[in-house]
Nanobody, 123 residues
Protein backbone atom coordinates (compact mmCIF):
# COMPACT_ATOMS: atom_id res chain seq x y z
CA UNK A 1 0.00 0.00 0.00
CA UNK A 2 1.15 3.52 -0.81
CA UNK A 3 0.00 6.63 0.99
CA UNK A 4 -0.15 9.79 -1.11
CA UNK A 5 -0.46 13.41 0.03
CA UNK A 6 -0.95 16.27 -2.43
CA UNK A 7 -0.01 19.87 -1.72
CA UNK A 8 0.53 23.14 -3.54
CA UNK A 9 -3.00 24.00 -4.60
CA UNK A 10 -4.48 27.44 -4.15
CA UNK A 11 -6.09 30.44 -5.78
CA UNK A 12 -4.35 32.02 -8.76
CA UNK A 13 -5.30 34.46 -11.50
CA UNK A 14 -5.64 33.34 -15.09
CA UNK A 15 -2.23 33.14 -16.71
CA UNK A 16 -0.53 32.34 -13.42
CA UNK A 17 1.37 29.27 -12.28
CA UNK A 18 1.21 26.68 -9.53
CA UNK A 19 3.34 23.67 -8.67
CA UNK A 20 1.61 20.68 -7.16
CA UNK A 21 3.50 18.05 -5.20
CA UNK A 22 2.56 14.48 -4.37
CA UNK A 23 4.52 12.92 -1.54
CA UNK A 24 4.43 9.14 -1.23
CA UNK A 25 5.14 6.80 1.65
CA UNK A 26 4.80 3.07 2.12
CA UNK A 27 5.74 0.72 -0.66
CA UNK A 28 8.61 1.68 -2.90
CA UNK A 29 7.64 4.73 -4.88
CA UNK A 30 9.68 3.80 -7.92
CA UNK A 31 7.69 0.59 -8.45
CA UNK A 32 4.73 2.53 -9.81
CA UNK A 33 3.76 4.67 -12.71
CA UNK A 34 1.96 7.74 -11.46
CA UNK A 35 -0.66 10.12 -12.67
CA UNK A 36 -2.48 13.36 -12.00
CA UNK A 37 -6.22 13.59 -12.39
CA UNK A 38 -8.69 16.37 -11.71
CA UNK A 39 -12.37 16.66 -10.93
CA UNK A 40 -14.47 19.79 -11.28
CA UNK A 41 -17.87 20.12 -9.58
CA UNK A 42 -20.51 18.11 -11.41
CA UNK A 43 -17.98 16.51 -13.74
CA UNK A 44 -16.26 13.15 -13.90
CA UNK A 45 -12.67 12.71 -12.83
CA UNK A 46 -10.43 13.27 -15.83
CA UNK A 47 -6.88 12.41 -16.77
CA UNK A 48 -4.34 15.24 -16.69
CA UNK A 49 -0.86 13.71 -16.95
CA UNK A 50 1.08 10.54 -16.23
CA UNK A 51 4.70 9.47 -15.90
CA UNK A 52 6.15 5.98 -16.15
CA UNK A 53 8.11 4.44 -13.32
CA UNK A 54 11.61 4.05 -14.72
CA UNK A 55 12.27 5.89 -17.96
CA UNK A 56 10.01 8.72 -16.90
CA UNK A 57 8.09 8.85 -20.15
CA UNK A 58 5.31 11.41 -19.90
CA UNK A 59 1.78 11.65 -21.25
CA UNK A 60 -0.64 14.57 -21.20
CA UNK A 61 -4.25 15.34 -21.86
CA UNK A 62 -4.65 17.54 -24.93
CA UNK A 63 -6.18 20.27 -22.78
CA UNK A 64 -2.97 20.76 -20.77
CA UNK A 65 -0.29 19.85 -23.31
CA UNK A 66 2.30 22.59 -23.59
CA UNK A 67 1.20 24.22 -20.31
CA UNK A 68 1.67 21.51 -17.67
CA UNK A 69 4.77 19.45 -16.93
CA UNK A 70 4.81 16.26 -14.88
CA UNK A 71 7.99 15.03 -13.23
CA UNK A 72 9.12 12.74 -10.44
CA UNK A 73 12.03 12.46 -8.05
CA UNK A 74 12.29 8.83 -6.98
CA UNK A 75 14.97 9.67 -4.40
CA UNK A 76 12.50 12.00 -2.66
CA UNK A 77 9.43 9.82 -3.25
CA UNK A 78 7.73 12.82 -4.76
CA UNK A 79 5.93 13.64 -7.99
CA UNK A 80 5.25 17.14 -9.28
CA UNK A 81 2.92 18.93 -11.64
CA UNK A 82 4.13 22.31 -12.83
CA UNK A 83 1.14 24.23 -14.15
CA UNK A 84 1.74 27.35 -16.24
CA UNK A 85 -0.67 29.49 -18.21
CA UNK A 86 -3.55 28.49 -15.96
CA UNK A 87 -7.08 29.02 -17.23
CA UNK A 88 -10.39 29.22 -15.35
CA UNK A 89 -11.32 25.84 -16.86
CA UNK A 90 -8.38 24.30 -14.98
CA UNK A 91 -10.28 24.88 -11.73
CA UNK A 92 -10.76 21.52 -10.01
CA UNK A 93 -9.60 19.28 -7.23
CA UNK A 94 -6.36 17.66 -8.35
CA UNK A 95 -5.50 14.12 -7.31
CA UNK A 96 -2.35 12.06 -7.63
CA UNK A 97 -2.47 8.29 -7.94
CA UNK A 98 -0.31 5.25 -8.55
CA UNK A 99 -0.75 2.39 -10.98
CA UNK A 100 0.90 -0.86 -12.05
CA UNK A 101 -1.33 -0.96 -15.14
CA UNK A 102 -0.32 -0.02 -18.65
CA UNK A 103 -3.47 2.07 -19.20
CA UNK A 104 -2.19 5.32 -17.80
CA UNK A 105 -5.14 7.52 -18.77
CA UNK A 106 -7.96 5.53 -17.11
CA UNK A 107 -8.84 6.39 -13.49
CA UNK A 108 -9.95 2.79 -12.95
CA UNK A 109 -6.38 1.61 -13.62
CA UNK A 110 -5.09 3.44 -10.53
CA UNK A 111 -5.17 1.77 -7.13
CA UNK A 112 -3.88 4.35 -4.66
CA UNK A 113 -5.19 7.92 -4.48
CA UNK A 114 -4.40 11.00 -2.46
CA UNK A 115 -7.01 13.18 -0.82
CA UNK A 116 -6.77 15.93 -3.43
CA UNK A 117 -5.77 19.58 -3.46
CA UNK A 118 -7.99 22.42 -4.69
CA UNK A 119 -6.85 24.59 -7.59
CA UNK A 120 -8.94 27.66 -8.34
CA UNK A 121 -8.17 29.93 -11.27
CA UNK A 122 -9.93 33.28 -11.36
CA UNK A 123 -10.62 35.15 -14.59
Amino acid sequence: QVQLVESGGGLVQAGGSLRLSCAASGRTFSYFAMGWFRQAPGKEREFVAAITRSRGSTFYADSVKGRFTISRDNAKNTMYLQMNGLKPEDTAVYYCATTSDASLTRPSAYSNWGQGTQVTVSS
